[in-house]
């Protein structure tokens, strides 16, 4: 059985006209109502760099998946990045005038130590490249409105998709970190 978790009421409403074999509730990472040792699997995408407080939701992870269970996170970050690819997130994070990051950004460095704390052996960190054709605007807005930028306003989007709008029928690379994660015993 799967079940998906959002904060979001509208998100799950997508997810379950999307899925609608597949149970979705309303949830916060932090305070997962499944019973302790219950999952075998847990999924996160492009969701640990920007949860919090991250000690919880790790502490959360642990609890739900009984042990030799399985945790795979994926997350952006600049790993596998071209030199080419570099310079346009450049031009971009000067168009929005604020770093391209996010809050764990410095924790998820180097989470080992995090994750042993909770029971949880890193088993793989590796990052890969994917080219995101521009077709289009639609495609370039498409992807500035996809960007963790909290403290970005109109104008700063809108420079930021006229940038991204000069390299319509390119692309631009996305560098995705994948963690899998294996859950151990504690030591008592």
Not at 20 to 45: K, M, N, Q, W, Y
Request: aromatic share 4%.
């Amino acid at each position: 059985m799967y079940v998906g978790l959002d904060l979001a009421p509208a998100e799950l409403v997508l997810a379950r006209r999307a899925c609608p074999v597949h149970r979705f509730i309303l949830g916060s990472a932090a305070a997962l109502p499944l019973p302790t040792g219950s999952v075998g699997t847990v999924l996160s995408s492009a969701a640990l760099q920007v949860l919090s407080p991250l000690d919880a939701v790790l502490a959360e992870v642990a609890r739900v998946l009984a042990v030799g269970g399985t945790a795979v996170a994926t997350m952006p970050d600049g790993g596998a990045l071209t030199l080419g690819d570099r310079l346009r997130w450049g031009r971009l994070r000067l168009a929005v005038r604020e770093p391209l990051r996010f809050p764990n950004d410095a924790v998820l460095r180097d989470p080992s130590d995090l994750l042993a704390g909770h029971g949880l052996a890193l088993l793989d960190d590796t990052s890969r490249r994917f080219g995101l054709p521009l077709p289009d605007p639609a495609v370039a807005a498409g992807l500035i409105d996809s960007l963790y930028l909290p403290d970005g306003g109109q104008r700063d989007r809108d420079r930021a998709v006229a940038a991204a709008s000069r390299w319509v029928g390119d692309s631009i690379g996305i560098s995705v970190r994948r963690l899998v994660l294996r859950r151990v015993r504690l030591r008592e």
